[in-house]
């Protein structure tokens, strides 16, 4: 069964470093997506990405973050100069279409000292 | 008001009941809900989707109502393999991003 894939699991940084999350999308899939989840809190949408532009970001989505499709496969998400509370589990998700089902990759694990 | 509003729980209940949960959301334009299943320290896997009739798939049952913009999950002879978080889940036609709640925390013992 095709899943989500995401690289590193685990990443710790430094405060102020710059961190790339890597995703790999369920092949077929048009619509990519970023969610965080803070330990212990809800998950909360980030940024969705189709036809390599973003379509919609929410209030988190700040001048810090940003994505990128770079080759046919990959979905980053970068974070420029990581603050302590970007410390959270980082999901990728995919879906056909924009009214389909999204899935959800096994998340990266920031750590931001 | 938060956007998707849950029981947080816990709910710990024996093998074999019959449990409830409960979820209301704020905004009248969503069109789309979901139950989502969290296992600690996973991803959220889709449980199944929520439409206006209701729906069943196996020992889960889902409701909606629209007009209170409630939804309910129901799991019947619930199953140890059935512990987990469970997560209710919103979408605005046609914008992308799905609207999470909390979450309902439920252990089942033997």
């Known amino acids: 069964e095709p899943e989500v894939t995401q690289t590193p699991s685990h990443q710790v940084t430094q405060m102020g470093q710059e961190v790339i999350l890597r995703c790999v999308p369920i092949s077929n899939h048009l619509y990519f997506y970023w969610y965080r989840q803070i330990l212990g809190q809800k998950v909360e949408f980030l940024v969705s990405f189709y036809n390599n532009e973003i379509s919609e970001k929410s209030e988190i989505f700040d001048d810090q973050f940003s994505v990128e499709r770079p080759d046919g496969s990959n979905f980053t998400l970068k974070i420029r100069s990581t603050k302590l509370e970007d410390s959270a589990m980082y999901f990728c998700?995919?879906?056909?279409?924009?009214?389909?089902?999204?899935?959800f990759g096994p998340g990266t694990r920031l750590l931001v000292l | 008001r938060k956007e998707v509003e849950q029981d947080p729980g816990p709910f710990n209940v024996p093998e074999g009941a019959t449990v409830a949960f409960n979820c209301t959301y704020s905004n009248s334009a969503s069109q789309s809900f979901f139950w989502y299943r969290q296992d600690c320290r996973k991803e959220p896997k889709l449980l199944m989707s929520v439409y206006s009739s209701g729906n069943e798939d196996g020992r889960f049952t889902a409701q909606l109502n629209r007009a209170s913009q409630y939804i309910s999950l129901l799991i019947r002879d619930s199953k140890l393999s059935d512990s987990a978080t469970y997560l209710c889940?919103?979408?605005?036609?046609?914008?992308?991003?799905?609207?999470f709640g909390a979450g309902t925390r439920l252990t089942v013992k033997p």
């Open positions: 998700a995919s879906s056909a279409g924009n009214q389909e089902t999204q899935y």
């Open positions: 889940v919103v979408k605005i036609i046609p914008n992308n991003d799905m609207r």
